[in-house]
Nanobody, 123 residues
Framework: EVQLVESGGGSVQAGGSLRLSCAAS???????MAWFRQAPGKEREGVAA???????NYPEDAKGRFTISQDRTKNTLYLEMTSLKPEDSATYYC??????????????????WGKGTLVTISS
């Protein structure tokens, strides 16, 4: 079983940047890891995915603003977020699962989730 712990959330003004981290421990054999977010009253949505070959996938709104990366030596996943908007405010979760779900940001197919880290963007 994989344990995932997110960190790096906080409050920043619009236009600012944040870097989220996700430390993985336990039986880490994932072929794909991803970041999702959920705002109050909204469905969980994917914002970035990376597979074991380093290929990445982003939804349109995240392209050019978010960058997902991983350090496999440290079993750590990162999400660099720039040009942040108030609508980016949400709890951000890292997750892992089969590539067929993970890479396409299909939350229902993910196996393991962290508890999330809160990001608040003020205008």
């Amino acid at each position: 079983e994989v344990q995932l712990v997110e960190s790096g959330g906080g409050s920043v003004q619009a236009g600012g940047s944040l870097r989220l981290s996700c430390a993985a421990s336990g039986y880490v054999t994932s072929t794909c890891m991803a970041w999702f977010r959920q705002a109050p009253g909204k469905e969980r949505e994917g914002v970035a995915a990376i597979d074991s070959d380093g290929r990445t996938n982003y939804p349109e709104d995240a392209k050019g603003r978010f960058t997902i990366s991983q350090d496999r030596t440290k079993n750590t996943l990162y999400l660099e977020m720039t040009s942040l908007k108030p609508e980016d405010s949400a709890t951000y979760y890292c997750a892992t699962g089969p590539r067929s779900y993970c890479f396409f940001l299909l939350s229902y197919g993910m196996n393991s989730w962290g508890k999330g880290t809160l990001v608040t963007i003020s205008s």
